[in-house]
């Protein structure tokens, strides 16, 4: 099992660098599927586990794709196929964002339900409402959605009950070759929605209003690929902030945005922390003492959902009592019960969590229980007196490039234990699949490239249910 062991103790300083969003980056690596003709460049593409998930979905669509030095080439000239499995959507939910940009090009989606996951029961509704809106007929049964249009989509007038950021995304790439005008209402407005726009427009859409409440999409005849650089992760940028802030170290974050992370920089300010905006990111230093602050979790331009484990943490060695809000997923708190193994006093009741601060952490073994949890973690760890060893890792490789290089070149005493993989079984795995394809196969293994094949292996067509 891979684990990040942590000693704490160690005050951070230095210059670390932002990677490109996994949250932008999903969508519009999704979207590449609209371009009809030419190829698109995606620059500043992390290397995370969620990047290679997406990568192996577009390629089994039909994609053609190469990944070198943080720049993705891609090509949708023919799309192959129009499904989405579990083993991707399971995986990953940002699989789903597919199903916009097949509907718009093929006029057809098969996409496995999402389920829940651990941090909320995590609603499609507003998605396949945007969809029917639109002229398609959904029909949901053996855990998979189908969906289909015949001729063009329609452009509709859309009103999001919740703003949803999925929804908007997914509503907004069906919409830029749907015939006529689409209208969201009660569109999500977060800087991942405009990122996503602005390569759209690059490919020729027409998307005006993105980042505010009412997003209009004119349909276009056609769209071709374009060159794009994905905007800095504000929530990456987000907790190196606060593991600066509770080391009381002083350290330059490159790339972040300060108006993206308005709601965190006010809330660490409030705290006692010092941020400046620099030419190209964030300066900060943290206090002697920091004080405790109360913080409610909402779409933007509110305290995101993403930042809210990582502001627990900090909060527990704040003077004074904090309450901590969760409206975004209901089931977001499940880090509590690892901060307790750490020491914390944090009680919580319904939405709410009561954090006592003053806490002097003690290092424990902990388990990542999602993505942000993980990294909550690890900041704790950071000022825990004594060893900390945190598992639960394939959380963490989904949203974070090197979390534990970065924080180590801060000054962090942190590294990583990966275990040598058992060479003898994998071959085996591999001889097995091999046996079933009735074809060699050879895997790039713990690469980020994507699986490659001697040649296309046979793939299981599933018809729809109309077909
Ligand atoms: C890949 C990606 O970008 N993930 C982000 C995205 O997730 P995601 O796009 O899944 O989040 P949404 O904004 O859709 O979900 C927010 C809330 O709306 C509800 N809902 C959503 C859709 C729907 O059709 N019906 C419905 O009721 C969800 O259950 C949830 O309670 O935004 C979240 C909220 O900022 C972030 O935490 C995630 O990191
Ligand atoms: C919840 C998150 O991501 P996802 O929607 O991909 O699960 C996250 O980035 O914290």
Known sequence: MSKIIVRGGQRLSGNVRVSGAKNAVLPILAATLLAKEGESVIHDV???DDVITIQQVLAALGGKLTYDNETMRISAANLTSFEAPYEWVRKMRASFLVMGPLLARLGRARISLPGGC???????????????AMGVEIVLGHGFIEARKEGKLKGAKIYLDVASVGATENIMMAAVLAE????????????EIVDLANYLN????????????????????ELKGAQHTVIPDRVEAGTFMIAAAMTGGDVHIDGAIG????PVISKLEEMGVAITETDNGLRVVGPQKLKSVDVKTLPYPGFPTDMQSQMMAILMIAEGTSIVTETIFENRFMHVEEFQKM??????????????????LTGAKVTATDLRAGAALICAALCADGESEITGLHHVDRGYVDITGKLAALGADIHRVDPVPAEPVYTKVLEGVAAVLEEPVVV?????????REKEAPRLKVQPTWA
């Open 259 to 262: 108006e993206h992370l308005a």
């Open 343 to 360: 020491s914390a006093q944090i009680k919580i009741d319904g939405r709410m969590a009561i954090v006592s601060g003053n806490t002097a």
């Open 118 to 132: 651990a941090i909320g029961t995590r609603a499609i509704d507003q998605h396949l409402k945007g969809f029917e």
């Open 202 to 221: 690059a490919m020729g859409a027409k998307v005006r209003g993105a980042g505010t409440g009412i997003i209009r999409i004119e349909g276009v005849e």
């Open 46 to 48: 992390p290397n995370l």
């Open 180 to 191: 006529g005008t689409t209208t969201i209402e009660n569109a999500a407005k977060e800087p």
């Open 444 to 452: 790039a293994a713990m690469s980020a490239e994507p699986v490659k």
